[in-house]
């Protein structure tokens, strides 16, 4: 890195600490400043109540914010260097969710009896989401790009289990949004006497190991020869980092991009011995982790809610990481990173798509006509249910075959078998512009609905547009750029989820993909898009077997690369933003149909998009009518329920 840059990096970071002083004069409570500080600190009177508010909330407060930060970095920069990996972190990898997950089962689990120290379930969750990305992502090498794709989609499962475990007990978890979000408000010394002792063992241990550590980039081969064992090395150090974001996740919650951030920050000051790495990326971690909660403290204030700081680290830190993949040079593309398939079959395609289209007629009348009340199950076919069902059905189905063409493009396009339309962000960029139009107080109709999500999701896709014309549409490039809108777009979502806002909680139903609303009209222009769209999909499926050769073999044969790029992009984008304006954000369909039609070995491009059809077109019909019925009087929304059933049968695929 060139020396003027560096400079102004340095220059950034006195500015940050300026500003940090700056607030913290502005923040402390009662307009007491640093000398209200001062005298708290050396002059502590127990009688002078703004003394006493100083120091049960504000600075122990301050202190959490510098604890977690300078652990979480420091986890994510060891975790970066063991898997050569500039994005890897808590976060991405999913162990946050999973810690999340540990802690939502305790509270549910446990009886009240048991005092189990809340860190314990929480390791226990990220341990086993850990494994479960390390063992996807073990067949393709632990690729980087893989590597984080595997953590969104373990994410995207454990943030489906952790939502319908919201929406059954809501008793017990009300406070969801707020924590998960990240939440660093105190009223005492006690999570900072909690915190110390279990993170000060696990760091210290990862700074005894940073010298068999720095012998890894040798290789694992050349370590193994001077007497390391790299696998022992590898689990010790990835334990302690795993211990060190589940306990901070029990305490305050999710805190997201700045175990990406500071570690990112600290290559870019140029640091490379690995000890000082460690170090000075806990330091710019707490700094970045302070500034983001002395920042959300006058706007929780001005605004009478009560902010989540992590999402503000997650709003901070995406254009961060935006901008350093749009200065890293990724490869063109992830072929390499797929396996081959050394037994290739055909199936025949008439007969199988025949049996589709009679599974889902039987499936979808089904779902018309039976159906649970507090009598038990009943048949009952008559002209109301026709007029409540059927719309709600037809939705379901149009969406799935939407979303699962958008996600045979999306991996066609990308050459990677884990890319789906919701990695893009564009899903989180129609459910945000609801989101915010709901907090605004909007009566908005259900066109005014459509036409906002549009709105925002067509935002989302000239973000990614621009940003990747500097790659020319690079498919690695694509996928992380996408990566991280979605993660800034869900930050900026908890922040307004969390306010408490009455029209804003409405939403969680409709976040979680639910047909409950749609009507005929509805139907018919969902419909009548997918229709449009998928058949242009159809029709283009030259180009899509040829792109799958690669960039070079493709323009050998005179593709133009860059055009169909820039065309399936758009036709994943009025795919994905369509099905989500009407029904919601929906997770995995677009993920699973396109594998799921391989699996038939539909291999080529056409029969591929149209297996693929009627199979997300079937699974989203059944997990709607599953939803409706099967856990009575409760009704779970569709898109929920096929995050779960794609996240189970993905797993299964994985294995398989």
Not at 191 to 205: A, D, H, K, N, T
Request: aromatic share 8%.
């Amino acid at each position: 890195m060139n020396n003027p840059f560096r400079l102004t990096l340095s220059f950034g970071l006195l500015f940050s600490l300026f500003m940090i002083a700056l607030l913290i004069q502005y923040t402390v409570p009662y307009a007491g400043g640093w000398s209200l500080i001062q005298n708290t600190l050396f002059a502590y009177d127990t009688s002078n109540y703004k003394e006493l508010i100083v120091h049960l909330t504000y600075l122990p407060r301050l202190a959490i914010a510098l604890i977690c930060g300078f652990s979480l970095a420091i986890a994510g920069c060891v975790m970066q260097f063991i898997l050569r990996n500039p994005i890897a972190a808590p976060t991405t990898l999913g162990v946050a969710s999973g810690a999340q997950l540990g802690m939502v089962a305790g509270v549910l689990l446990l009886p009240a009896d048991v005092a189990l120290p809340s860190f314990i379930p929480a390791f226990v969750g990220a341990a086993f989401a850990s494994l479960l990305v390390f063992w996807i992502a073990a067949k393709k090498g632990l690729a980087p790009i893989h590597l984080v794709l595997s953590g969104m989609v373990i994410s995207l499962f454990i943030g489906a289990i952790n939502t319908m475990l919201m929406l059954v007990y809501e008793r017990y978890l009300s406070s969801v949004f707020i924590w998960g979000a990240g939440t660093l408000n105190q009223n005492s010394w006690e999570s900072v006497e909690r915190l110390l002792p279990l993170l000060c063992l696990p760091i210290m241990g990862l700074f005894l190991l940073q010298r068999p550590l720095s012998a890894l980039i040798l290789g694992d081969q050349a370590s193994n020869t001077i007497g390391i064992n790299v696998k022992r090395i590898k689990l010790i150090t990835l334990s302690l980092v795993i211990f060190v974001t589940a306990v901070v996740v029990s305490e305050v919650g999710i805190i997201g991009f700045v175990g990406i951030v500071a570690p990112g920050i600290t290559r870019l000051l140029g640091v490379r011995h690995l000890s000082k790495q460690i170090l000075i990326s806990g330091v710019i971690g707490s700094l970045m982790l302070l500034l983001a909660d002395l920042l959300t403290q006058p706007i929780a204030a001005a605004t009478g809610d009560l902010l989540p700081t992590g999402a503000m680290t997650a709003l901070l830190g995406a254009p961060f990481l935006l901008w350093l993949l749009n200065r890293q040079t990724w490869p063109s593309q992830l072929r390499a990173t797929e396996d081959t398939a050394p037994n290739f079959r055909q199936r025949q395609f008439l007969p199988l798509c025949f049996a589709l289209l009679v599974a889902l007629f039987v499936v979808s009348l089904a779902a018309l006509w039976i159906g649970k009340d507090s009598q038990g199950w009943h048949l009952l076919i008559n002209e109301n249910m026709l007029q409540l069902r059927l719309p709600r059905i037809l939705g379901a189905l149009f969406a799935g075959a939407g979303l699962a063409t958008a996600g045979t493009l999306v991996q066609r396009l990308t050459n990677n078998p884990m890319a789906s339309p919701e990695v893009l962000g564009i899903s989180s960029g129609a459910a945000l512009a609801l989101v915010i139009c709901a907090l605004l107080g909007l009566s908005i109709n259900r066109y005014e609905q459509i036409a906002f999500g549009t709105l925002g999701a067509l935002s989302v896709t000239g973000v990614i547009w621009w940003l990747g014309k500097k790659h020319r549409f690079a498919p690695a490039q694509l996928l992380l750029t996408g990566i991280a809108l979605s993660a800034g777009l869900d930050a900026v979502m908890r922040i307004v989820m969390s306010s408490g806002h009455e029209d804003v909680s409405t939403l969680l139903t409709w976040l979680s993909g639910s047909t409950y609303l749609v009507t005929y009209q509805d139907a018919i222009l969902l419909g009548s898009g997918v229709l449009i769209f998928s058949t242009l999909a159809i029709l283009l499926h030259r180009w899509l077997d040829l792109i799958a050769l690669g960039e070079v073999s493709a323009n050998s044969v005179g593709l133009n690369s860059l055009l169909v790029r820039r065309v399936l992009i758009l036709l994943i984008a009025a795919l994905t933003t369509l099905c989500t304006a009407v029904i919601g954000p929906l997770t995995f369909i677009g993920l699973l149909a396109p594998h799921m039609a391989r699996s038939l070995h539909q291999n080529s491009a056409k029969k591929q998009l149209v297996t693929a059809c009627l199979l997300g077109a079937l699974v989203m019909v059944i997990a709607d009518w599953v939803g409706r019925v099967l856990w009575f009087p409760w009704q779970f929304p569709a898109g929920l329920l096929s995050s779960l059933l794609g996240g189970a049968y993905f797993l299964y695929l994985m294995r398989k």
